[in-house]
């Protein structure tokens, strides 16, 4: 729904969405009292975009429901509050609460992919959202090459502040060969004409946090770290046919940090770690989509003794009956290792619906 003012100065769109979903899971190992059944409202999602005094001053507020769209320790529905300011070309300004520029499978919206969800090397080695100030163009110099952003951020998540010091500092670089565009999602549903190519570079460092996956995950009782953060991806689309990838690194100063107690020492682990993924789909039709993809993640060095080797094979059929607006999904994945450890056989079918 849109409201506007008379005068073009004020702006207010809102929109639902939510994802319903099945999941049976089946362990390979014969012990079917490992098995799982699931339907679950995956993501109820409330969205706020407008503009203020004039269409350079835009603002972005969104909300979520669902038991996963929030963090078990901290039951807060606030997912993104961002302001931005769009007038330079060259230098468009957003603070607040948003995603952190990094790995593009994270960046673009869960509404608009090619699988019922993300891969296991995104759930382990994306940044997700955090509270800071990004600078960024999506035409530098007016090149139709070239696209940047850079930002600064605190470093412990979304909703979540912390007294330590440290903050979070990020960049990305992407290059158009064959000029900018938009990007609409993981799936070609322009059909587009003209081939359309990225290429990016991403890196980051994270100072002192307590939490094992940089800015989210498990908190540490006592144990900071410093994280480095390292990134590449591309995208392909022509005609239909879409394909994308991704490789992502993680590395810790140090392995552990130790302290005396009166039981003995204790330790706490980093997770240092890289993995990476590769997915291709093909429109057969204007509404039907069938794509493949592969991920993986792999521990680094001496970290974590529970992180091991794991991997996904998907495959997955999509029916778009109005696009990413309205749209029916089923996927299938084998699974391995420490999201599986017997390896498991996935099915998961899921309906969108965006009001």
Do not use: C
Request: charged share 25%; no cysteine; glycine share 10%.
């Amino acid at each position: 729904m849109n409201v506007e003012s008379a005068d073009g100065d004020l702006s207010l769109n809102f929109r639902l969405r939510f994802q319903g979903r099945f999941t049976q899971e089946n362990e390979t190992g014969g012990d079917s009292s490992q098995n799982s059944s699931e339907f679950q409202i995956r993501r109820a999602r409330l969205s706020f975009r407008g503009h203020l005094l004039d269409k350079n001053y835009q603002y972005y507020v969104q909300l979520g429901f669902s038991d996963q769209d929030m963090e078990k320790n901290r039951p807060v529905p606030l997912r993104d509050a961002v302001f931005t300011y769009s007038k330079y070309r060259n230098l468009k300004i957003a603070f607040g609460q948003m995603k952190v520029p990094f790995n593009r499978e994270r960046v673009i919206s869960d509404g608009i992919q090619q699988f019922v969800d993300r891969t296991i090397s995104n759930n382990e080695l994306n940044v997700d959202r955090d509270v800071g100030i990004q600078f960024f163009s999506n035409d530098f110099l007016g090149w139709n090459r070239i696209g940047y952003s850079f930002g600064v951020f605190g470093g412990d998540g979304r909703n979540k502040t912390s007294s330590a010091s440290g903050l979070f500092s990020v960049g990305k670089l992407t290059y158009y060969p064959l000029g900018t565009y938009t990007d609409s999602g993981e799936p070609d549903l322009e059909y587009s004409k003209y081939p359309k190519l990225s290429l990016s570079l991403a890196g980051g460092k994270n100072v002192n946090t307590n939490r094992s996956l940089s800015t989210f995950g498990e908190e540490f009782q006592f144990a900071r770290f410093t994280y480095a953060h390292s990134g590449a991806d591309f995208v392909f689309k022509w005609l239909g046919f879409s394909l994308s990838g991704e490789y992502l690194t993680r590395n810790a100063d140090a392995p552990y940090r130790e302290r005396e107690t009166s039981l003995g020492i204790e330790r706490e682990y980093s997770r240092s770690v890289s993995g990476g993924m590769l997915q291709a789909g093909y429109l057969l039709t204007r509404q039907i989509e069938f794509s493949i993809r592969y991920s993986e993640y792999r521990p680094k060095g001496n970290t974590d003794p529970n992180l091991i080797y794991s991997r996904e094979r998907n495959f997955a059929i999509s029916y778009y009956l109005n696009k990413h607006d309205l749209k029916l999904q089923a996927d299938y994945a084998y699974l391995e290792g420490e999201v599986a450890k017997n390896g498991a056989h996935q099915f998961r079918a899921q309906l969108q619906v965006y009001f």
